[in-house]
């Protein structure tokens, strides 16, 4: 199968000649053979690409998780890099003077927290404010773009790590969310450059494309599928695994018993994965260098996981195992963080008030379906 980058390399985009464009791209950005889409752009006789703009992480994907990054220049091609994730998080119009065009190119990890996500609504925005062309380079849905799971984010509760209203597990591409983007907010619509020979039902692993890890803490495609899941562990003083070479597989606190922990997740039947009681020691992030009791999440059938329910769950079991020592995080948004990650304070709510699961995720259902309607009319690949 062929990327958008790859389509273009292999096709060309007449829409571009004559644009100085500039390029919203990390590491995540190669074609086939592993080459950077900013140097093969930079060689390419048809674009101008006159300006790179990173997210999180960097346009080299050299910053650590939540790192502010700084513009300068790329060692590499010698173009100016400007930070969507340091003093700004979206383009300014100082930024943009002289483009006729942003290209996005960034590997998407399939959920609405990902912070990628946030940067291409922003350069989105930012370019209908301007009128500049918008053009997206598709790429897969890495948790396979069939599956749709969680609640829609409620409007109260938009930040950078949910951005729009839509289900935590969106099952959609970057190219696919860019057209939702543009008709919910009344945007000219992207140029979107698809994929050729994606299947919807496919996972990351069957594309035959290389593996490039989104971010530090993603480094396989086992923690980007439980991720949905585990990242709202990030809400708590629990460890979801940084730090280790595990992240999002593991889970655990210095106070926890993994025993007990494995044997209350084991005794809830979830499918498709089971949980192994484990110790491990954070380097950094929560907890680091001292060792916590927890359990590695173990992936028996990706297709029969439910990973956001598992995360409620999850976050069930570790408030009862240790009501005293387990405690929810703040924001810098003076929120609490997951609320921020659900999109809802309902769950979070709903948890300390005693209910169960069920009743916490008993609305999901009817969010998918309106979801599952919407997103149709946006839907580039059958």
């Not at 674009?47 to 999180?56: S, W």
């Not at 100082?94 to 946030?118: K, N």
């Not at 929810?328 to 999109?343: F, M, N, Y």
Request: aromatic share 8%; glycine share 10%; hydrophobic share 40%.
């Amino acid at each position: 199968m062929l990327t958008g980058l790859d389509v273009i390399l292999e096709k060309g985009l007449p829409e571009l000649a004559g644009m100085r464009s500039g390029l919203i791209t990390n590491h995540t950005g190669v074609d086939r053979s592993l080459r950077s889409t900013i140097d093969l752009l930079q060689d390419n006789d048809s674009i101008e690409l006159v300006a790179l703009f990173g997210p999180e992480h960097g346009v080299r994907g050299e910053a650590q998780a939540g790192a502010e990054v700084s513009g300068t220049i790329d060692q590499r091609t010698g173009l100016p890099v400007y930070s969507l994730y340091g003093e700004t998080r979206t383009p300014t119009p100082e930024m943009l003077e002289g483009l006729d065009a942003l290209i996005f190119d960034i590997q998407d990890a399939g959920v609405r927290f990902y912070t990628y996500v946030s940067t291409m609504m922003n350069t989105q925005g930012a370019a209908a404010s301007a009128g500049l062309k918008f053009v997206v380079l598709d790429r897969p849905n890495p948790i396979s773009g069939a599956s749709i799971e969680g609640n829609l984010l409620d409007p109260n509760f938009e930040s950078f790590v949910g951005c729009h209203p839509i289900l935590l597990r969106h099952g959609l591409t970057v190219g696919e969310l860019a057209r939702l983007f543009a008709a919910n907010r009344g945007w000219s619509d992207p140029v979107v450059v698809p994929m050729e020979g994606w299947t919807r039902e496919w996972w990351f692993d069957e594309t035959g494309l290389p593996w490039v890890f989104p971010s530090p803490n993603l480094p396989t495609l086992n923690s980007l599928t439980l991720y949905p899941g585990t990242c709202l562990i990030e809400g708590t003083n629990v460890s979801e695994g940084r730090g280790t070479t595990r992240p999002f597989e593991l889970v655990g606190a210095p106070w926890l018993d993994p025993f007990r922990l494995a044997a209350e997740m084991e005794r809830l039947g979830l499918p498709g994965v089971t949980f192994r009681p484990t110790y491990f020691t954070p380097t950094f992030s929560k907890h680091a260098g001292a060792a916590c009791g927890g359990v590695q999440i173990h992936i028996l059938k990706r297709e029969a996981m439910r990973p956001a329910e598992m995360g409620i769950h999850l976050l069930d079991v570790l408030r009862k195992l240790d009501p005293d020592a387990f405690a929810w995080r703040g924001s810098p948004e003076g929120k609490h963080s997951l609320d921020l990650l659900l999109g809802s304070d309902v769950p979070r709510r709903l948890l300390d008030a005693g209910e169960s699961v069920a009743q916490i995720t008993a609305g999901w259902a009817e969010d998918a379906r309106a979801f599952e309607e919407q997103r149709q009319h946006f839907l580039l690949y059958r």
